[in-house]
């Protein structure tokens, strides 16, 4: 079974600030992680791997210290990555981030299954995963809680639980496919300090936007639909608001600021 | 995969996706009609609502005249849950069918899977859990939704494509008043051949109640200020009003009072409900740490400078004990009168 998993460097706090004046996004003091989600993903793949044998390979965009992402998978027995990396790349929505994934996998060879995390901490759409399949033409099911296995036997099928909202859904999905995973079942492993020494030297192939099939133009933000026209901070909604004075007078305000919240 | 060469006259109207299974209808649905009603106002555009699946047709000529929309109806056994892929195609037969400026989706696990998959067929923008929507005179979705953990506010658009996408998750928008319309459903089919899907249900359970604070929209945390069963009674009165899952402090587990799943903090659970209202709590570093990032945020407590209200968007000062009784009796006696 060849294991794609598709992962993302995201900054390591939500305290990213904006510039309330330019709007410029105030980036430097946040350190880079793995995208906590993507654990559950890479965890599904390796337990894959483990019952059924195969490979795990990762696959990452972004800027080139985007590599350390890899390298943690690598420490938690990933076997391979790539990682597509390019200013064209750059500027990327959920579309143009989706239809570069989409061609580099093509570009990188064959695979049996996608597997990606729910969502990221940074972007938090949970989109790029359904998007990626339609790419790729391949049937997804979003909201894995764990891969029950090639089943039916012979069919070329695995067999999924998700978590459809009201219920928990059992499907069969023919591979190849993509499925985003949830928590779920699983249980990240912890990146081992011998995998890491060990994968040290394994070389990253990097592909650019010369590398995949379509013009520069249908990558990054040029390829994308969606412009952010402005970004600002929010609303100071953590200005304290104070209710105060004889109970009578308190049990009201609460009464009115939770109806008015629509919480009652 | 066709990118559109879009000519945006053509384009018109809102359309919402109405989000069933087995004709159980989401409440999002509802919320997002009556958004587009208020979006479409400006252009005097019409608003449709999209349906699939089977057995639906009494539901979509309720839904038509209740708020006054056009409903197109694509019904067949193959789309009686929901699936992907059939599910895209008839979505994108009614999108180049109507043509709609818009779509508005809840951000529900269909939506959340449905949508992407439109948007990339149709080489699309999509935005994701957008807190408010406005159109612009020309008709564009300006999709606004917070990024980066919600420091940071993002106004979004989609100035060279069409269909514009977002979803928006339950209870942002108001639900409509309903109206008694004449209803206008109209029905519309696509090729069987569309209708053949990879992934296969096998079998569905409905979820039980199960209470997990983690899950919880709404909670109420208990500090070290109740102690006897008459106190919990109270607090739990309260939280029955509010819909909301009860927690509590580490004392209170100590004390055996309650379970210990029910411990926010770190050495508990970590909770980002929409609402959590503290009750008695004062707010130690451990426990903010797993309730912090809550949306909105109630602390009652008698101690004005109770470290609690730190973190909390509300600062009710006063004696819980004496509030609470009032808040219950004030919320029982308007709910009587509805």
């Known amino acids: ?14 305290k990213v600030e904006a510039d309330a004046e330019t709007g410029v996004l105030l980036r430097s003091t946040a350190e880079a992680k793995l995208n906590p989600y993507d654990l559950y993903a890479l965890e599904a793949a390796f337990k894959l791997r483990e019952s059924i044998g195969g490979t795990v390979k990762v696959i990452t965009m972004g800027p080139p210290q985007a590599e350390a992402a890899v390298r943690e998978a690598f420490a938690m027995r ?20 989706a239809r570069t994934l989409a061609d580099g996998i093509k570009k990188s060879g064959s695979f049996d299954i996608i597997i990606c995390g729910k969502q990221t901490t940074d972007g938090d759409t949970a989109q790029v995963g359904p998007e990626l399949a339609e790419f790729l033409d391949i049937p997804h099911i979003a909201n894995v809680r764990i891969i029950l296995g090639i089943e039916p036997s012979n069919t070329g099928h695995i067999r999924v639980e998700a978590d459809m909202g009201d219920y928990i859904e059992t499907f069969d999905v023919l591979l190849p496919c993509l499925i985003t995973v949830d928590k779920g079942a699983y249980v990240p492993r912890l990146p081992s300090y011998r995998l890491m020494l060990a994968s040290a030297s394994r070389e990253i192939p990097v592909l650019t936007a010369a590398d995949l099939p379509g013009e520069s133009e249908m990558y990054g933000l040029k390829g994308s639909p969606t412009r952010v026209k402005r970004i600002y901070p929010p609303d100071a909604k953590n200005a304290r608001f104070n209710i105060g004075g004889s109970s009578e007078s308190v049990a009201n305000s609460l009464l009115n600021e939770l109806r008015n919240l629509k919480f009652i | ?17 109405i989000d069933q299974t087995e004709g159980a209808v989401h409440p999002v649905s509802l919320e997002l009609i009556g958004k587009a009603k208020e979006l479409s106002a400006q252009e005097n555009w019409p608003v ?16 038509s005249a209740s708020y006054g929309i056009k409903v197109y109806l694509c019904e067949h056994p193959a789309l009686r849950r929901f699936l992907p892929e059939p599910y895209c195609n008839v979505f994108a037969e009614f999108i180049h069918m109507v043509k709609p400026s818009s779509i508005l989706a809840g951000a529900t696990v269909i939506g959340r899977s449905l949508a992407p998959k439109i948007a990339a067929r149709f080489g699309t923008g999509l935005t994701a859990d957008c807190t408010a929507l406005e159109i612009e005179e020309n008709g564009g979705l300006v999709q606004i939704r917070p990024a980066f953990g919600g420091n940071i506010m993002a106004r979004i658009i989609t100035p060279a494509h069409r269909p514009q996408m977002a979803t928006v998750r339950y209870k942002i928008f108001d639900t409509p008043e309903k109206i008694n319309g004449v209803p206008s459903v109209t029905r519309f089919s696509i090729d069987e051949s569309l209708l053949k899907s990879r992934v296969t249900s096998v079998s569905y359970v409905k979820k039980g109640k199960k209470p997990d604070i983690s899950d919880a929209e709404v909670v109420v945390a208990l500090g070290r200020a109740f102690k006897s069963q008459k106190e919990l009674a109270l607090a739990e009165r309260f939280a029955e009003l509010l ?24 050495s508990g659970r970590t909770v980002k409900p929409k609402l959590i209202v503290t009750l008695g709590v004062s707010g130690a570093v451990q426990f903010k740490a797993g309730m912090q990032n809550a949306d909105v945020i109630f602390a009652v407590n008698s101690d004005p400078s109770a470290p609690i209200f730190d973190a909390a968007h509300y600062a009710v000062i006063g004696d819980v004990f004496e509030i609470l009784p009032i808040f219950i009796k004030q919320t029982e006696s308007r709910e009587s009168h509805v």
Request: proline content about 4%; some cysteine.
């Open chain 1, 1 to 14: 079974m060849e294991i794609i998993c598709c992962i993302k460097q995201v900054p390591g706090t939500n």
């Open chain 1, 78 to 97: 990933a076997d391979s990555g790539v990682i597509l990396s390019d200013k064209a790349f750059a500027g990327a929505d959920v579309l143009a981030t």
């Open chain 2, 1 to 17: 995969m066709p990118e559109l060469n879009i000519n945006i006259q053509d384009w018109k109207g809102i359309a919402v996706y």
């Open chain 2, 48 to 63: 449709y609502a999209l349906m699939i699946g089977d057995g639906l047709e009494s539901l979509a000529c309720e839904i």
């Open chain 2, 243 to 266: 819909s909301a899952e009860l927690a509590c402090t580490r004392p209170l587990i100590e004390a055996g009072l309650f379970d210990p799943t029910r411990q926010i903090g770190l």
